[in-house]
């Protein structure tokens, strides 16, 4: 090798490439986070913030649309996309395996999101962030990981117990329960009291040296109720079970500090905080994560691997086998910095106001009952009429232009436990406003009219 093509390299390298010519979103070839225009979204600016998102531009049966269903799953604001797109337009290539520029470029971005979301959840040194499809496969990849074994025996054995609460998601209920038939532990269940309310004692006296798992969720998509969830982790850690939280409610509503949790696992959605479909995360202790068995054997999870045997690839690569979802990951994190820069803090106060505005004028309309009323904060509001059928009311707020969610929310031991049935969920995000709120409790009003 001549020296002339050495330094070619290495200007490649160093990204003094004809990369460098072009115009790009990002710092080519370094691992810094993708550089962004200076974002100034505000929510004291509510028409420029709503403009960064095109969608909410429309109208549905001749009416605004009022998008009122974010706890299934958010918008996309304009610089997400244009992450995403200059991802897919300058940098696409598969990651890891290649010497050439283009998949060096792509891994540095990989691993620039990797780094922009632990630092969106205060991910600390002790800590790891693995990519997913999203919180069902996060949920998925921790209760198979415990319940299967790979390069090492199963943590779960037979009388071993788990315990998840009542307010679970199927996401975060359903693969316990296959987590339980498989290893032959026993899965328990934390009740609310009388109030609906979670209680650290309740929790104790369902902790027994056998415990090795307590799953929770942050806040119920079914009704908003957010637990006590710092107080419960706590005293699961504490009686030495593996601690999981379900943060999809929760991440995009406000700050959130994994270094201050005594938390092993934490999953989460990209679509339910502005980012895109099909990506996720699972973030968690270390040690905890490296006890997982993989979920996905294959490309990328690998060290070396005979005819008949494997050896896997260190964190975080062992649990993210195969293609990952790179301009997923690009958008999330785009996602995250979208969310910081209109302060955390901010939009939790926004969307709480909004969803005290609706809870109160949904109290005064006769008939309707509002669950976990009193829950803050939250960004969920979820009621029923009495006498009339959610999906009856759905459709007629949709007739208006007005998007809710309608049903059992995924929840459907809650609402049974509840005694509710399915309900009608309002949900709130950084666009909403108080004009949309006051449109819905109009739009109820004349629904409960139309329908009893
Ligand atoms: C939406 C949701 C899930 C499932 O998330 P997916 O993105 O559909 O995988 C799990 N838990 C909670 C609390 C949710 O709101």
Redesign the pocket.
């Known amino acids: 090798m001549t020296d002339a093509i050495d330094g070619l390299k290495m200007r490649e390298r160093n990204g003094a490439g004809d990369a460098a010519a072009r115009p790009s979103a990002y710092a080519p070839q370094s691992a810094q986070p993708p550089q962004q225009p200076e974002l100034h979204p505000s929510l004291e600016q509510p028409d420029a913030l709503r403009a960064l998102f095109p969608v909410l531009a429309q109208t549905i049966n001749g009416a605004p649309l009022a998008y009122l269903d974010n ?2 799953t958010t918008q996309v604001p304009l610089p997400v996309l244009d992450a995403i797109r200059a991802f897919e337009e300058h940098d696409r290539a598969n990651i890891h395996r290649g010497v050439h520029t283009l998949s060096q470029r792509a891994t540095d971005i990989f691993e620039a999101a990797r780094s922009a979301l632990k630092r969106f959840i205060h991910a600390g040194a002790q800590h790891e962030l693995v990519f997913t ?5 996060s ?1 998925n990849l921790v209760a198979h990981g415990l319940s299967d074994s790979a390069d090492a025996p199963a943590l779960l054995r037979p009388g071993d117990e788990i315990v998840v609460s009542i307010f ?2 199927h ?2 209920l359903v693969p316990w329960q296959q987590a339980a038939r498989r290893s032959g532990a026993r899965l328990r269940l934390l009740l609310p009291d009388a109030q609906g309310r979670l209680r650290p004692n309740d929790l104790a006296g369902l902790l027994t040296p056998r415990t090795r798992v307590f799953a929770l ?1 942050a ?3 079914a009704t908003g109720y957010r637990p006590p969830y710092e107080a419960l982790l706590s005293m699961a850690a504490d009686a030495g079970a593996l601690t999981v939280l ?1 943060a ?2 929760t991440v995009a509503h406000g700050g959130f500090d994994l270094s201050a949790l005594p938390c092993d696992f934490v ?1 989460f ?1 990209g ?2 905080m502005y980012g895109p479909m099909g990506i ?1 995360v699972l973030a968690g202790r270390r040690d905890a994560l490296q006890r997982l068995a993989p979920l996905r054997f294959g490309g990328d999870m690998v060290q070396w691997v005979t005819a008949d045997t494997a050896v896997f690839a260190e964190l975080p690569a062992r649990l993210e086998g195969g293609t990952p979802n790179v301009g997923g990951a690009v958008g999330m994190a785009a996602a995250a910095r979208f969310i910081e820069a209109l302060g955390r803090d901010r939009l939790e106060a926004h969307e709480a106001g909004l969803r005290t505005r609706a809870v109160e004028g949904l109290s005064r309309i006769a008939g309707v009952r509002v669950i976990a009323a009193d829950s803050a904060p939250t960004a969920i509001a979820s009621f029923t009429v009495d006498g009339v059928h959610p999906h009856d009311l759905g459709t007629l707020l949709d007739e208006q232009g007005i998007a809710v969610r309608t049903g059992h929310h ?1 929840a459907q031991p809650l609402l049974d436990h509840l005694g509710c049935g399915p309900t009608t969920r309002a949900s709130f995000a950084m666009y909403n406003t108080a004009d949309e709120v006051d449109r819905l409790l109009a739009g109820v009003a004349r629904a409960v009219k139309i329908l009893r």
Not at 133 to 137: D, H, L, P
């Open positions: 706890a299934a499809s999203g919180t069902t496969e949920l679970e998601h996401a975060n969720t806040c119920a998509n379900d999809a409610q999953a959605s679509h339910k996720g995924c």
